[in-house]
């Protein structure tokens, strides 16, 4: 068994929480957000405790926290406390080095468009300006700013109800839609660290117009297998149902490879077959070359 290390808040300090908190949840997305002061002073800062929450009515919430150091509050929700309006930006790529330079605690009266080299660009709804360069962008109304304590390293939940939505033509899809690996987007991790969504994205398709069999119930002699991970035995759960003995005997025909594999009674082979159809989603193929592996060897347990 592993070591586990186990912790309770209260104690260890803020900070080491912080970076625990931090650490552990991620990758999270980054609120870009654009403020004004009542003086009329543009703000924007990122934030990564942030998500969408609501699409009728279309709500953003994110957390501009309580400073650990000293427990003092951020423009950004000195100014939605003032104006109830914010636009929030989405970070890509190309936008992560100036949207970093944003998080420097400069001066109230500075403008960070300016000291980011950033477009300020005109809402239609709202007072504050959007990130021109930015691919999305939502204008909001405040609804609701929710503190969740006092004391340093606090978080205040900002409601942004969703005016408007603006989006580049450059990261739609031939339907209209936002292609996720033209939008680009970057998240924060801990540390120093951030995520870069296209390089790493796979597919899960979801268990939601069909009902998945289930781990329970994959064959033990498959289940005790080896090789197989626990991602495995959730694409092999998540069928409608076992492939019969037709269907199998049907696959097999139609695959010179697989029946050449099955007469010559190579195991090891048909092993590697499996992994290859499972690593490539080819689920129901995988199935089939299980049930076979079962018939051929009696002892699956051996991988």
């Known amino acids: 068994m592993q070591k586990v ?10 900070g080491q929480l912080h970076a625990y908190l931090l650490g552990a949840v991620g990758p999270r997305p980054i609120a870009f957000a654009s403020t004004i002061s009542e003086e009329g002073i543009p703000n924007l800062s990122p934030f990564s405790f942030f998500n969408v929450f609501s699409a009728n009515p279309p709500i953003l919430i994110f957390s501009p926290a309580r400073r650990v150091r000293n427990n003092t509050t951020k423009h950004t ?55 021109a360069e930015s691919p999305v962008q939502f204008e909001c109304k405040v609804t609701k700013v929710e503190a969740l304590g006092e004391k340093g390293g606090a978080g205040n ?14 990261v ?10 033209k939008i680009d987007q970057v998240a924060r991790m801990g540390g120093n660290w951030y995520s870069r969504a296209n390089m790493g994205m796979f597919e899960v398709p979801k268990p939601l117009s069909k009902l998945g069999i289930g781990v329970d119930n994959i064959p033990e002699k498959i289940r005790s297998l080896k090789m197989l991970t ?24 139609s695959n ?15 092993l590697r077959i499996i992994r290859e159809y499972l690593d490539n989603n080819e689920v129901l193929s995988a199935w089939k070359v299980l049930l076979i592996q079962i018939e051929l060897n009696g002892n699956t347990g051996k991988s």
């Not at 290390?5 to 803020?14: A, D, N, R």
């Not at 959730?234 to 199998?248: A, C, H, R, Y």
């Not at 010179?256 to 048909?270: A, C, M, N, Y």
């Open 5 to 14: 290390l186990s912790i309770i808040p209260s104690e260890i300090s803020t």
């Open 77 to 131: 929700l000195d100014n939605v406390h003032k104006i109830r309006e914010v636009v929030i930006n989405v970070v890509n790529y190309e936008l992560v080095q100036q949207m970093s330079l944003t998080s420097t605690e400069y001066s109230e009266s500075e403008n960070e468009f300016i000291k980011a080299g950033l477009t300020m660009l005109d809402s239609d709804l709202v007072k504050p300006f959007r990130v």
């Open 157 to 170: 939940l900002v409601f942004a109800e969703v005016l408007k939505m603006h989006v580049q033509d450059s």
């Open 172 to 181: 739609l899809d031939e339907k209209g839609l936002i292609d996720q690996f």
């Open 230 to 253: 626990g991602n495995d035995l959730g694409l092999l759960g998540n069928v409608e149902s076992i492939p019969d003995k037709k269907e199998t005997e049907e696959f097999v025909a």
């Open 256 to 270: 010179p490879q697989i029946e050449g594999i099955v007469k010559s009674g190579d195991s090891k082979e048909l």
